[in-house]
């Protein structure tokens, strides 16, 4: 009898295979990011909200109270308001949607209602919520109002949808925000301006961070009537007023009468200048899509795509690529344009300033050099000629460079002058469209002077620089000795950028400085190592002692990981420490920690030698490439992104993401790509890793790259094919771990065949290390 055999299951499975396959086809780069991804335990910053490159809107929901990680977190399902700025230190105007008796206090986060009796904040379900890069989107409960945000550079779009008829529907315009840390509002006025705009402003203070955030809004149809409250716990309310001027706590709205279907449209424009800027953002940027939520949606939408579409991928799996391109994109979301669409801004000394280019505000630059710089001197090298343009305007008219401009003022955050090799590095890369000369100059004072401490209890410059400039090192008397490795570094930047321009003299002067590292290296241990003025060693010591954030010890690291910060001269470290030590202490470290996902969770040190989560340990896992195992960087690169990087909302990263320096790392890393030193060497070149995807297209800037396109096949890679077997660069055979930023630059093929097992030989000859500073020492062990 002949076997019959159906055969519809079969084929109803192969449509389904070439279905998804090409859906898969269809998707963009933009996607696959995922703003949702890493929203719990997440700081201010990092939130699922609509912005674009460096908003300086940043609309998102913020649900919590004023705690440390404060703004978004996941896990909670409500909704306490949607504020407009989400840059380190800073908030603004937050605004939220209510229906029924009007409730102007917001409610504890943990006792939300759907109704008016503990305040206006919102349940939502969770199925509702959806982000994208440049949109938001959510129900809530309390009226079921389906709410929207979108966005351009300086201005905010809201799309409020009313599933049932309302007498009273709200829109609640609050200025007491709980962000990471409590912001005073000296003074603030509400001003009705038409029966379809309001504007005002805020003039709130942080710490040492005081600015004034000014507002236009304006709605797509009247409002009913406009009051507003004073006072804590929604205060006291005053209903139908034209004004309303106070400080402390205090907060406006705008109430309608809706029916079921009905739409309100609400546009913002804010400044740091003035309304009458806050109005030109507004009208400038807005305006051309007339009153079109969908239009600036797809707009944002389009800009996401052109950015992230500069690098292309192929093969990997669909979670490979959502945490690439969710990674790609936060490298570019938390940091803030500051400077109006006239390009005016606030200087640090409060006087408006006229800038020919944009003028950025962020966290600190502290070692941005070995992920952000990378990624954006490659890809976006004329956002990284803006930042140079930036950091130099600051100086020009503050006097030092900022190594945390934010709001635009000297925070101080953090410690030595990291922006340096930022713009030596865009230099050296052959982006030179900024006052080059001024950039030196900046750089001579920076590092020649003391720092000092700035009339709004900021501070500007190097602290405790009297005695590092005295003695070639900082004492424990006065505060880091890791500053010392830092300061040393930055001094390096400074002679390849002297050297650059021909002033000898200068570069032989801090090429000398560069060797500083070795005034607080003892060599009876090892280690660097904490040392009094006089000269003697701390004796109370241990490797994985004296963590610090302020005062004497390491900043945020120990004695364990410093030992390998180095990044101009890790054959430095190697002939201080040994080959050998060098390579077990550095393998043993991965090994420890890979139990702990590479996360030192409550600064645990000790436990967790390679703490992926903080910035002085990003470059460990390269150092093998100089000292002769190149497979073991291939191997736990590959292992931190496995572990470290997620791709849910709870796991997306494990530590602080530091505004887009997690995010860079891993863009880079995922292509196999690198640069310890930050690519200030006068030849800049990239080191090479383990890239998880068969091909990386990278689209190079046609005004810097002259348009080409660079090419990395890694043939046959997967997790397990994870070993470089053989690399050709062009054609030719490539050796060594690593190549020159000019030759990809110049466009062109890098060829790797991957394979199971590390070849061993490849790059591993003494000649094979990256350039460094030293010379290899005879008799290395």
């Excluded at 913020?62 to 407009?84: A, C, M, P, R």
């Amino acid at each position: 009898m002949k076997l019959q055999v159906n055969r519809k299951p079969v084929l109803t499975l192969l449509l389904a295979v070439i279905a998804v396959a090409a859906l898969a086809q269809k998707k963009e780069p933009v996607d696959y990011a995922d703003p949702l991804l890493g929203t719990s335990e997440s700081r201010w910053m990092l939130n699922p909200g609509a912005t674009m490159p460096f908003g300086m809107v940043q609309l998102s929901p913020d649900n919590q109270g004023e705690v440390w990680k404060s703004g978004y977190e996941y896990t909670l399902n409500n909704i306490g308001g949607f504020s407009h700025i989400h840059s380190w230190t800073m908030v603004g105007l937050s605004v939220m949607p209510t229906v029924g008796l009007l409730s102007t206090y917001r409610g504890p986060a943990d006792a939300p209602t759907t109704g008016w009796t503990s305040g206006y904040r919102s349940r939502f379900e969770k199925k509702t919520e959806t982000a994208s890069p440049g949109y938001y989107g959510v129900t809530l409960m309390n009226g079921n109002i389906r709410t929207e945000l979108t966005s351009t550079t300086r201005a905010g779009f809201f799309r409020f949808t009313y599933p049932e008829s309302h007498e009273e529907a709200h829109i609640l315009l609050d200025l007491d925000i709980p962000g990471e840390a409590k912001t005073d509002i000296l003074d603030a006025k509400f001003t009705k301006v038409s029966p379809t705009e309001i504007e005002g402003y805020s003039h709130q203070k942080w710490s040492w961070n005081e600015y004034t955030v000014h507002f236009v809004i304006r709605f797509n149809k009247p409002m009913k009537s406009f009051g507003g409250w004073k006072g804590d716990k929604g205060g006291k309310v005053e209903k139908d007023i034209l004004e309303l001027l106070g400080k402390g706590k205090m907060g406006a709205f705008a109430d309608f009468k809706v029916k079921a279907g009905d739409q309100i449209l609400m546009q913002t424009g804010i400044s740091l200048v003035s309304i009458a800027n806050a109005r030109q953002n507004l009208e400038a940027e807005m305006n051309p899509f007339n009153w079109s939520f969908d239009a600036v949606r797809k707009n944002a939408r389009n800009v996401w795509n052109g950015m992230l579409s500069k690098i292309r991928v192929e093969g990997g799996t669909e979670t490979d690529k959502k945490k690439f391109y969710s990674n790609f994109y936060r490298s570019y979301v938390a940091r803030t344009t500051w400077s109006d669409i006239n390009g005016q801004y606030v200087d640090v000394n409060e006087k408006v300033r006229q800038a020919s280019s944009p003028i950025y505000g962020s966290d600190a630059l502290w070692n941005t050099f070995w992920n952000l710089n990378q990624l954006w001197g490659l890809v976006n090298p004329d956002l990284t000629s803006n930042w140079a343009k930036s950091l130099i305007e600051i100086y020009r008219t503050g006097g030092w460079l900022p190594k945390g401009p934010a709001g635009i003022e000297y925070s101080g955050i953090m410690e030595a002058s990291h922006e340096i090799p930022l713009i030596v590095g865009a230099y050296q890369k052959g982006i030179r469209d900024f006052d080059i000369q001024t950039a030196f100059e900046a750089m001579m004072h920076q590092q020649t002077t003391p720092g000092v401490r700035t009339p709004e209890n900021g501070y500007a410059g190097n602290r405790f620089y009297k005695s590092y400039l005295e003695l070639g090192y900082v004492p424990q008397e006065e505060g880091q000795v890791s500053n010392t490795l830092e300061y040393a570094y930055d001094d390096w930047c400074v002679a390849q950028f002297a050297k650059a321009l021909g002033k000898e003299n200068e570069y032989q002067l801090f090429l000398k400085r560069a060797g500083n590292y070795k005034n607080v290296w003892d060599p009876s241990v090892k280690y660097i190592r904490m040392k009094y003025r006089d000269g003697s060693w701390v004796k109370e010591w241990s490797p994985f002692c004296c963590t610090n954030f302020s005062g004497p010890g390491y900043l945020e690291g120990n004695a364990w990981q410093y030992s390998f910060f180095n990044p101009h001269d890790v054959q430095g470290i190697l002939n201080l420490m040994g080959t050998n030590e060098f390579n077990t202490r550095l393998n043993d470290g991965f090994e420890k920690s890979i139990k702990y996902n590479f996360n030192a969770e409550g600064d645990q040190y000790d436990l967790v030698p390679i703490n992926h989560g903080n910035q002085p340990n990003m470059q460990a896992a390269w150092l093998f490439n100089y000292s002769g195992k190149p497979w073991l960087t291939q191997k736990w690169t590959r292992e931190i992104m496995n572990h470290y990087y997620g791709s849910t909302p709870y796991h997306g990263w494990l530590g602080d993401e530091d505004e887009g320096q997690m995010g860079a790392w891993y863009v880079m890393v995922a292509m196999g790509l690198f640069q310890t030193d930050g690519g200030v060497s006068s030849k800049p070149f990239y080191e090479l890793g383990s890239p998880i995807f068969s091909k990386i297209t990278i689209m190079l800037d046609q005004k810097y790259y002259k348009g080409k396109t660079f090419v990395i096949e890694a043939r046959g890679t997967s997790d397990r094919n994870r070993y470089i077997q053989t690399a050709a660069l062009d054609g030719k055979a490539l050796n060594r771990p690593w190549f020159y930023h000019s030759d990809l630059v110049d466009g062109g093929t890098l060829v790797l065949q991957m394979g199971p097992t590390p070849n061993q030989k490849w790059g591993s000859k003494p000649t094979d290390a990256p350039p460094s500073m030293s010379a290899r020492e005879a008799n290395m062990n």
